[in-house]
């Protein structure tokens, strides 16, 4: 039984594909079109996904897009007749509801002659986050919740999971979303692309929550867990706002009114400075957004007294409320999906299918995020032959130490404060790199984060950099000690221990901590483990391989982005690529 889950025509458009019950591979679209959280159809990400699971379209038995337009249908209905929002709103979501229609026809474009001879499912949005969340969980039995900006006419939706089973309890509809809340206050913090909302969560330690107060008028708490907006401060629900990807580029109008800015004074715009104004104001955004997503999850529990819970959608993302689940809730456990946000819907679309459409029970779990293309030495050869030139005139240096070569040099080189990009394997799955496709540095020195802005990311100082640990050194040097192997929650850094790795210590003591294990990354693992040696600290700094663009998937790619910036070594594979330092020098 060969299912094939994409998420369509949305931001981080992307697709997965699972063998009875296994997943195969996974994988986000914008990796192949080189467009950060490319929307539209995924056909590169299902023609890779073809490949690894060694079939074509005429094999697939099911399609599953996590998109369902009859979803809500009598709310619809109800919001269209009692609320009257402009014709031009109702008309443009008819236009993007016919847009979105015809899987096979985009399948028979995308594959000619393929022939798709199965059966195409309508997977409502939310139910395809809550079973991504779930049904990959290591969980017997859980809660579940999702939360984002809209989907199928909600924000949010929660449940129960046990075993195969996944029962929705809960929703909260349209106009009213914790996502548009976020992002609105991202947009008026000057951050208007896509995805920016993470910049906001890197600025809010900066600042104390003085806004607070005001914020709380724009999202007041319901009974069930839920939550409503004060529509006069937001545009979304009266309007047509342009939702634009032409190219692949996902855009938003902005979300927010004239009343946002009587309540909080002047939005920043442009290339502003950042005013402790500004910093308050992000403390305050996270702090409500928290309150919103804690009264959910206390009322969860209160009706479903379990250990575990589950988190998906967009604000699932939000890794600094995430890592406080534990200290603000009764749940001990908690799992969040490598790819929480929309890009993860393909695999819950998969997964609802299997679970709920087909009957099967058998559930499969999750414990890495390595379901990307990887390449052989062959391919990375073919590379270094085409830019033989190009690597002499970057005054760089190749050999091939082997395996145990390679790990040494490397930890040493990270030792010695050097920035290596690290390219190995599968590449992973969702937004995070998380040791295969990572740019690795040592998280002692409290001047690395410069370094790497002027070598490479060339982004705000406020974001932080993320440790990669090994897993069974958590304890030692977190106040909290779980597993969290798709850097998806933040944790406080113990006190004692933070002045040892400044590079990673955020202002207000945190890290956004991956946890590595020798069972699923054993090479990462043994890099790590390299550098505790030489060094006594049992982690490294780790950041995602690219320079303004997405993580870099083809050996080309990496070795592009090494010559362009001022990486100091380039590991592709078994090959270890050094600048000579007088050309380091240079550069």
């Known amino acids: 039984m060969l299912i094939l889950g994409i998420n369509a025509f949305h931001a981080d458009s992307s697709a997965a594909i699972v063998r009875d019950g296994r997943l195969v591979a996974a994988v986000e679209e914008e990796r192949f079109r080189r467009v950060k959280h490319w929307a539209g159809f995924p056909s590169e990400a299902i023609a890779y996904c073809l490949r690894e699971a060694g079939a074509t379209v005429r094999d697939l038995d099911h399609v599953a897009v996590n998109q369902d337009g009859r979803a809500q249908f009598w709310h619809k209905v109800a919001y269209a007749a009692f609320r009257r929002p402009s014709p031009s709103l109702v008309l443009s979501r008819l236009r993007t509801r016919r847009a979105r229609k015809g899987i096979p026809e985009h399948l028979a474009e995308a594959f000619p002659g393929g022939g798709f001879r199965g059966v195409v499912h309508a997977v409502e949005h939310h139910e395809a986050h809550l079973s991504s969340a779930f049904h990959m969980s290591p969980f017997a039995e859980a809660a579940t919740v999702s939360v984002d900006g809209f989907g199928d006419f909600s924000s949010a939706a929660w449940g129960i999971g046990s075993g195969a089973r996944l029962d929705v309890e809960g929703r909260v509809l349209f106009p009213h979303s914790l996502g548009v809340f976020y992002q609105a206050l991202t947009q008026y913090l000057g951050f208007p692309h896509y995805g920016d909302e993470y910049k906001v969560m890197g600025l809010a330690p900066y600042g104390e929550p003085r806004f607070a107060s005001q914020l709380r008028r724009l999202v007041s708490l319901r009974d069930d867990g839920g939550f409503a907006l004060d529509l006069r401060h937001f545009r979304h629900h009266r309007e047509a706002l342009s ?91 908690v799992y969040v999906q490598a790819a929480a946000g929309d890009a993860g819907g393909a695999i819950g679309a998969a997964y609802t299918v299997w679970h709920r459409h087909l009957g099967q ?65 599968r590449m992973e799955w969702g937004p995070r790199a998380l040791g295969n496709r990572s740019i690795v540095c040592d998280p002692r020195r409290a001047d690395m984060k410069a370094i790497l802005n002027a070598k490479i990311k060339r982004r705000e100082s406020f974001r932080p950099f993320a440790p990669s640990v090994l897993k069974e050194a958590v304890g030692e040097w977190f106040e909290e000690d779980d597993d969290v192997p798709f850097m998806m929650q933040v944790f406080q850094i113990r006190e004692d221990r933070r002045a040892q790795i400044p590079a990673v210590t955020h202002v207000d003591g945190s890290g956004r901590l991956q946890t590595v294990h020798a069972e699923t990354n054993p090479l990462y693992h043994r890099l790590i483990s390299a550098f505790r040696d030489l060094t006594g600290v049992p982690m490294v700094l780790n950041t995602s391989f690219n320079e303004n663009e997405p993580v870099v998937c083809a050996p080309d790619e990496a070795l592009a982005c090494f010559l362009r910036t001022k990486m100091d070594v380039l590991v592709l594979g078994d090959v270890l690529i050094t600048r000579r330092p007088q050309a380091a020098a240079a550069g």
């Open 361 to 425: 029970g058998a559930r499969f779990a999750m414990d890495h995020a390595y379901w990307g293309p990887s390449f052989d030495a062959a391919a990375i050869d073919a590379v270094l032959a085409k830019n033989a030139a190009a690597i002499a005139e970057g005054g760089c240096e190749v050999t091939r130490p082997g395996t145990d070569g390679i790990v040494a040099a490397t930890a040493a080189a990270i030792a010695d404060g050097l920035v290596v990009g690290w390219f190995q394997g």
């Open 243 to 333: 939702f634009d990807w032409a190219g692949g580029v996902p855009e938003f109008a902005t979300l927010y009114t004239p009343a946002l800015v009587e309540l909080l004074g002047p939005a920043r715009t442009g290339d502003a400075p950042l005013e402790q104004r500004h910093r308050d104001i992000a403390r305050s955004v996270q702090a409500v957004y928290e309150e919103a997503f804690f009264h959910l999850l206390r009322t969860m529990h209160d009706r479903h007294p379990v250990d575990a819970v589950t988190i998906a959608g967009g604000c699932g993302a939000n890794s600094v409320a995430n890592g406080k689940v534990r200290r603000e809730t009764k749940y001990r456990r």
